[in-house]
């Protein structure tokens, strides 16, 4: 299965959901850009992608999966880091 970058915005707005944190990792507030804190976001360069996690409200972010890996590995490796988060928590609870 072709992985793509909407596949990708889809899974870590998913992460984000389950976790609790922002959707969104950017709000427009006073014609200013404010960071999510908690955040979860992609991280892409050199044509491979990341996750990292927005640490700061002026945007800083550190790195959860890195390496710049093609979109299928990285889609693969969020959903083994889900499954590490919620493993023994009911499914009702997820």
């Not at 006073?30 to 927005?54: C, E, M, N, P």
């Not at 550190?62 to 390496?67: A, L, V």
């Not at 979109?71 to 928590?89: A, P, Q, S, T």
Request: with cysteine; hydrophobic share 35%; charged share 30%.
């Amino acid at each position: 299965m072709r992985i793509t970058k909407k596949d990708l915005d889809s899974k870590v707005e998913l992460l984000n959901y389950r976790t609790g944190n922002p959707t969104r990792a950017y709000v427009q507030e006073k014609g200013k850009l404010i960071a999510q804190v908690g955040s979860y976001v992609l991280d892409g360069a050199y044509g491979g992608w990341g996750l990292g996690r927005i640490c700061s409200e002026g945007g800083g972010k550190r790195t959860i999966i890195g390496g710049h890996r093609p979109k299928k590995e990285l889609f693969d490796m969020i959903d083994i880091f889900m499954e590490g988060i919620f493993r023994g928590v009911p499914l009702d609870k997820r």
